[in-house]
């Protein structure tokens, strides 16, 4: 069963806006991932924030954790046409060695 | 470094068929895990292996089985396929110790008909 559930579930917006796209989850955590897939490929790896953190940054990428709303938010800032993809949240189960996902972000982002 | 690979990248079988998918993780990984991606389910969580001991299964019939080798590479079995197998099925190494991120392979696509 999915831990997250992601919202929106696709979002479409002009080159050089900003994306948002929030997680939320179920369960206690150590850490929750996002993670980027390009149409039916393997998925990236983009960001971890561990849960006694708050905020993080990489590159045009901000994501926030929330512990106590068991939600997180990234934001991807100028996008650009090349940041079309689906975007997911995984959770890992703090008595477990596996990723949980979420249900995913459909991100286009239009020339 | 390599990545993840994974063979074969595409594969067509008949219902009540075995498949045997594989996976190489990346070099001095040894944790493997086994995904499944269906439009309808999403990703879902299968097992995981750690030098060469599974050490979490997701809710899978046990037609599903896997398992790892001493150079950590992995294999996945899905016996008697049905239609509803069809999957994208993705490999993902980490080093499987402490917080980790889990770096991916391109994914088996598997079509059962």
């Known amino acids: 069963s999915q831990q997250g559930e992601e919202d929106p579930q696709a979002l479409s917006i002009q080159e050089g806006e900003n994306a948002t796209m929030n997680c939320s989850y179920k369960?206690?955590?150590?850490?929750l991932q996002w993670y980027r897939q390009n149409s039916g490929r393997g998925l990236v790896h983009l960001i971890l924030?561990?849960?006694?953190?708050r905020e993080k940054h990489s590159g045009r990428l901000r994501v926030t954790l929330d512990t106590s709303k068991k939600s997180s938010s990234l934001l991807i800032t100028a996008s650009r046409a090349a940041d079309t993809a689906s975007y997911f949240c995984?959770?890992?189960?703090?008595?477990?060695?596996?990723?949980?996902f979420g249900s995913g972000t459909r991100l286009l982002v239009r020339p | 470094k390599a990545g993840v690979t994974q063979t074969p990248r595409y594969l067509i079988k008949t219902r009540g068929q075995q498949v045997t998918l594989s996976c190489s993780p990346i070099?001095?990984?040894?944790?493997v895990s086994w995904y499944q991606q269906t439009p309808g389910q999403g990703l879902q969580f299968l097992f995981e292996?750690?030098?060469?001991?599974?050490?979490n299964k997701g809710n899978f019939p046990g037609r599903f089985s896997g398992r790892q080798f001493s150079n950590s590479r992995s294999e996945m079995n899905v016996s008697t396929l049905e239609l509803g197998d069809s999957a994208l099925y993705l490999c993902?190494?980490?080093?499987?110790?402490?917080?980790?991120?889990?770096?991916f392979g391109p994914g088996t696509r598997l079509t059962v008909t």
């Open positions: 070099s001095g990984h040894r944790s």
């Open positions: 995984a959770t890992d189960d703090d008595s477990s060695y596996k990723l949980i």
């Open positions: 292996y750690f030098s060469e001991t599974q050490r």
């Open positions: 924030i561990r849960s006694n953190e």
């Open positions: 993902a190494s980490s080093t499987g110790q402490g917080v980790y991120e889990q770096y």
């Open positions: 369960t206690s955590i150590n850490n």
